[in-house]
């Protein structure tokens, strides 16, 4: 694939993640996408034969893959750090985008989960992806069960998002910032 064709694919990917991070997976069209990433029709099926279920599980992907970097690249001292910091970045990246922006994973397991096996799939793999950096993080900070609380931590995390926007407002995460604190 040439430059061009690599710069397309990404578009078409960017404009996914965004799309289903406000909308979700029934939300987000086909014609939104290609018209929104100025892409040409025939570039999205060149690109994503699969349709819209490959593009959207590229787009999963790909958010999955720069969340679990922002998990390992966290500077922080300690667990507690560790939570605040993220809880913080995801609280301003959720203000800035006038609580129109959520976690894209969520989004679409909501929707699809029971009904797409193939989008299921990459949730769920995305999921896996985050509960092991977190995993490791807590690992390397020296807690002593970093098993079960990733998996609390990621469903602490994502539930404070869906509250955070819902309510239109950041004190869901701050409340578990210290709710956290209890559990580290």
């Known amino acids: 694939m040439g430059t061009k064709g690599a710069e397309t694919r990404c578009k078409l990917i960017r404009t996914t993640r965004s799309l289903i991070e406000s909308r979700g997976y029934f939300g987000t069209g086909l014609k939104q996408i290609v018209e929104d990433s100025g892409a040409p029709r025939g570039s999205l099926y060149f690109h994503f034969p699969g349709g819209k279920d490959e593009l959207i599980s590229a787009a999963l992907t790909d958010s999955g893959t720069e969340m679990a970097q922002l998990i390992r690249t966290i500077e922080a001292a300690d667990s507690r750090e560790f939570a605040h910091t993220m809880l913080r970045l995801l609280g301003d990246q959720l203000e800035a985008s006038d609580w129109t922006i959520g976690c894209p994973v969520a989004a679409v397991a ?16 995305t999921y896996r992806l985050w509960e092991d950096a977190i995993r490791e993080r807590l ?8 098993e079960r609380l990733a998996t609390a931590a990621l469903a602490l995390i994502e ?3 869906v509250l955070a926007r819902a309510h239109r407002d950041r004190r869901p995460l701050d409340q578990l910032a210290d709710t956290i604190d209890l559990l580290v």
Request: charged letters at 10%; a negative charge.
């Open 110 to 125: 909501l929707d699809t989960a029971s009904t797409n096996d193939a989008v299921q799939q990459t949730c769920s793999a």
């Open 139 to 146: 690992t390397a900070f020296g807690h002593p069960e970093p």
């Open 159 to 161: 539930g404070g998002l």
